[in-house]
C-alpha cells in the first residue's frame, strides 16, 4: 500500500465562523483508488471541509496538497484544472440540451474552450462524450433532453460530467441524495468500480449508512468540527465515541443486511 500514490493530504486544516469552530485541525490522507467516506451528524463540519478542499471556501489554517500541489486557498478552477471532478447533492445540468450535449459541455469547458462553446458544442468530442456515457451506463439515452430523465439517470449524468475531466481524485457531496435505495446502492457500486479500474481516489461525504459501509475503504467521522474517529468500517463500527455521537449509542449492526450506522 506504501507504493500507491496519496492523492490527497490534508494537515490541521481549520475554519471559523466568528466564535464557532466549523472544522477544527482536520488531518487525513487519500490514496489512488481508495474509496473514503467522511460522515458526521448535521452540523458536524462536513461540508465546510469540502468547501475548503475544493477552493470554495479559504481555510484559516492548515495545509491542503492535492496531487502533490498546495491548494489552499487556490480557486476551485485552478483546483478543478489539476485533476479533480466534483459532483453536488444537488444536480446541475442542462435540461434544454441533450444529454450527451451537456457532457460535450463539460470537456469544452474543462480543456479551455469556453471562449467558443455554444458553436463549438454540437460536434466537439462527440466520441469521448459517447463513451463517458456508455462507462455509466447512459449511452442509450444520448439524445434525450436532460428534462425528460429522472433523477437517479441525471445522477448518472452528472456522475459522466465529472468524469470529463479525467480525474484522478474525485468529490462527491452527498452523491446519492434523494435517491430510491436500490439507485443509492447502484450509483455507488458504478462509482467504485469506475474509481477502482482507473485508479482514481474518491472522498463522499453521505447519510445513508448502508451505502457508507457497502463502499468505503475507510471512513472519517467528524463532531462539531473535530476528526473523532478514521479507520476501516470495522474499526469505524466498533468505536465507543462514534456510537455516543450517533443517536446517543444509536449504532445498528446486523451482518445479514449490511447495515451500519442508523442516523
Known amino acids: ?60 489554517s492548515g495545509r491542503i496538497k492535492l496531487l502533490g500541489e498546495d491548494t489552499a486557498g487556490r480557486p476551485p478552477r485552478a483546483i478543478c484544472r489539476l485533476g479533480v471532478g466534483r459532483t453536488f447533492q444537488i444536480t446541475a445540468t442542462f435540461p434544454t440540451m441533450t444529454v450527451r450535449e451537456n457532457v460535450q459541455v463539460a470537456l469544452v469547458s474543462y480543456r479551455g474552450q469556453l471562449f467558443n462553446l ?13 463513451r463517458l456515457l456508455e462507462l455509466v ?56 468500480r469506475i474509481a477502482r479500474e482507473q485508479s482514481i481516489g474518491v472522498l463522499f461525504t453521505e447519510h445513508d449508512m448502508d451505502v457508507v459501509f457497502e463502499h468505503a475503504d475507510r471512513i472519517l467521522v467528524l463532531n462539531r468540527g473535530s476528526l473523532i474517529a478514521e479507520g476501516s468500517p470495522e474499526q469505524v463500527r466498533g468505536n ?9 449509542e444509536g449504532l445498528v449492526y446486523d451482518a445479514r443486511h449490511r447495515k451500519g450506522l442508523s442516523v
Request: glycine letters at 14%.
Open 137 to 192: 451506463g447512459m449511452g442509450g439515452y444520448a439524445d434525450r433532453p436532460c428534462g425528460e430523465l429522472a433523477y437517479g439517470d441525471l445522477k448518472r449524468l452528472e456522475l459522466a460530467v465529472a468524469l470529463a475531466n479525467q480525474p484522478k481524485l474525485l468529490l462527491m457531496d452527498e452523491p446519492t441524495a434523494g435517491m430510491a435505495p436500490r439507485e443509492r446502492i447502484e450509483l455507488m457500486r458504478l462509482t467504485a
Open 118 to 130: 455554444w458553436s463549438s458544442t454540437p460536434w466537439f468530442e462527440q466520441g469521448e462524450a459517447g
Open 1 to 60: 500500500m506504501s507504493m500507491v500514490p496519496t492523492l490527497l493530504s490534508v494537515e490541521g486544516l481549520s475554519k471559523s465562523y466568528g466564535g464557532v469552530h466549523a472544522v477544527r485541525g482536520v488531518s487525513f490522507e487519500l490514496k489512488a483508488g481508495e474509496i473514503l467516506a467522511l460522515i458526521g451528524p448535521n452540523g458536524a463540519g462536513k461540508s465546510t471541509c469540502f468547501d475548503m478542499l475544493n477552493g470554495q471556501k479559504d481555510p484559516d
Open 240 to 248: 465507543r465515541e462514534v456510537r455516543a455521537v450517533y443517536l446517543g
